[in-house]
């Protein structure tokens, strides 16, 4: 009974690690026109945002507004041919404050939304907003804790119920009792996968679809790649239930679509070749299915039918080994097309989540050696206990899976709010978000303790690992008394840098304080 518990704790506990995590927007904004906190002669004739994936073509939405809430124009945001892009026609204004606000769905189906303001003909006083203020994907805990709940229930009844469907065919039942019985027990898991599916749907599209309006929402439904998977994933699982494991040809086929379905709603849909990723995860999604499914059955019939069980671990051996070699092998592949560079993996809780799920897959083909040379041996009580590790194991995995399906696997480029103290005279330092190209910044020291003035403040940034004559220098202007200001830093290029900010006051005393800051590229 010990043994049984095993599993579940372990997936307990590292829930209760990981429920914290916020979900992320998947789509990474780019590209800004106007760019935030920007200060403009003239209103522009358009504005338009660019991400750093494909976006859903249906469901968006571009405004911008003026300083008394109201909207500039009543005109539709257009979507650009690579649904990267989207942009708005706006007619000409008036000196003051705008506030541009968008929201949008990624291909993948994770909702992004935000708001920045830019000037035209006035300066912008205040602090430099964080425009990830504005996201509203997931930030609630309890709807995180929801949705990696049933996101892990979900993906594990799918394996478990695919790799049984397909299974069945293989294994050498002794008696007709035997089949019976796998058959009943395969009902069970098809009936949680049902539900896990159905609250799988109603808890993204509560997030996803929030706030939009009936035509929205029935337009993303049958439009976009995520609503399409929700309705054939179902009609599939309906269809599934009366006429699985009747029939070898359905079932193959029936197996696959399901599979294919489901990579529709993920990150393999926002990639540049969509079609080699989703290839990509449907091969690891079915070799995971093959894997677990399989093992799930060693343990449960291991006590009593192992007739039928020793029977068939030869083959599974075999096909397991291959299955894991696959995981491994799309895996890397997949991972490599998401991600900008592999050695962003170390800066977002999706990559150590995907580390941690690389050293378990490791610790299984480790426990599958194990397995077989126990097989060979015959020693019947070592393979309960490895096939017990090998299910734990495979727990583990699947609920990390679970985890970052929605997590972000691309790190996000913030603003910087920096303060420091150095004799008793403070540094606060804030800036726009710090990315690739241009963004605003605005230093502001306190007056010093002695009674003198600030006479001069400067930065600099200089690249982490490059000599001084690579260093740029940020245009500071003196804003009043106690700021200084650009809207022209620029970061040419991506990567590690120093940011220094120096301050002399009118005795010529000199305070200089650095940080180090990472810049990502999307």
Not at 12 to 34: E, I, Q, R, Y
Not at 305 to 313: A, G, N, P, S, Y
């Amino acid at each position: 009974m010990m043994n049984k518990k095993v599993p579940l704790l372990l997936c307990f506990l590292l829930l209760l690690v990981f429920h914290p995590l916020k979900t992320s927007a998947h789509a990474v904004l780019l590209k800004a026109t106007p760019e935030e906190q920007s200060e403009l002669k003239e209103m522009p004739d358009e504005v338009s945002l660019t991400f750093n994936e494909r976006l859903d073509g249906e469901v968006f939405d571009l405004k911008v507004r003026d300083d008394t809430g109201e909207v500039i124009t009543k005109k539709k945001a257009v979507i650009s041919e690579d649904h990267k892009t989207i942009s708005l026609d706006v007619p000409d204004q008036p000196k003051g404050i705008y506030t541009l606000s968008y929201s949008i769905i990624s291909a993948d189906g994770h909702p992004v939304k935000g708001t920045y303001i830019f000037s035209v003909g006035e300066k912008i006083a205040g602090p430099v907003p964080d425009r990830n203020d504005g996201f509203q994907q997931g930030s609630d805990a309890i709807y995180n804790v929801l949705l990696s709940i049933v996101q892990v229930c979900y993906y594990l009844f799918l394996l478990l119920s695919v790799g049984w469907v397909l299974w069945k065919w293989f294994i050498p039942f002794q008696t007709k009792e035997n089949e019976e019985i796998y058959g009943q027990k395969h009902k069970g898991i098809y009936l949680n996968y049902m539900v896990f599916l159905v609250l799988s749907i109603v808890v993204q599209a509560m997030n996803v679809l929030n706030g939009s309006s009936a035509s929205q929402i029935g337009t993303f439904i049958f439009s976009s790649a995520t609503g399409l998977s929700w309705i054939i994933s179902l009609f599939l699982a309906l269809i599934g239930y009366f006429l699985v494991s009747k029939h070898k040809g359905f079932d193959f086929v029936w197996a696959g679509l399901v599979l294919l379905v489901s990579t529709l709603n993920g990150h393999a849909v926002a990639t540049n070749i969509p079609y080699y990723t989703v290839m990509l995860d449907f091969i690891h999604l079915i070799t995971a299915a093959l894997w677990a499914g399989g093992i799930v059955y060693l343990l449960l019939f291991f006590k009593k039918h192992r007739e039928d069980v020793l029977l068939f671990m030869p083959r599974f051996s075999k096909i397991a080994l291959f299955s894991l070699l696959l995981l491994i092998i799309t895996g890397i592949l997949y991972t490599l097309m998401i991600v900008p560079n592999i050695s962003v993996i170390f800066h977002t809780t999706w990559g150590i989540l995907l580390l941690v799920k690389v050293g378990l897959v490791c610790i299984v083909l480790i426990i599958g050696a194990l397995v077989r040379n126990a097989l060979k041996k015959n020693e019947q009580t070592n393979l309960k206990k490895l096939l017990t590790v090998d299910v734990t194991l495979m727990a583990l995995i699947v609920l990390i899976v679970g985890i970052i399906t929605h997590l972000n696997p691309i790190p996000q480029n913030k603003p910087l709010l920096w303060k420091e103290e150095q004799q008793g005279m403070y540094i606060v330092t804030k800036t726009s978000t710090l990315q690739q190209g241009n963004f605003a910044m605005v230093v502001s020291p306190s007056q010093p303790k002695d009674g003198s003035s600030i006479q001069m403040v400067t930065a600099t940034l200089t690249p982490k690992g490059k000599g001084k004559e690579e260093s740029i220098e940020i245009p500071l202007e003196k804003e009043d008394s106690s700021s200084y200001k650009t809207s022209k830093a620029v970061l040419p290029y991506a990567g590690e840098w120093d940011l220094s900010v120096r301050v002399v006051t009118t005795e010529l005393d000199e305070f200089i304080i650095h940080k180090n800051i990472q810049v990502f590229d999307h």
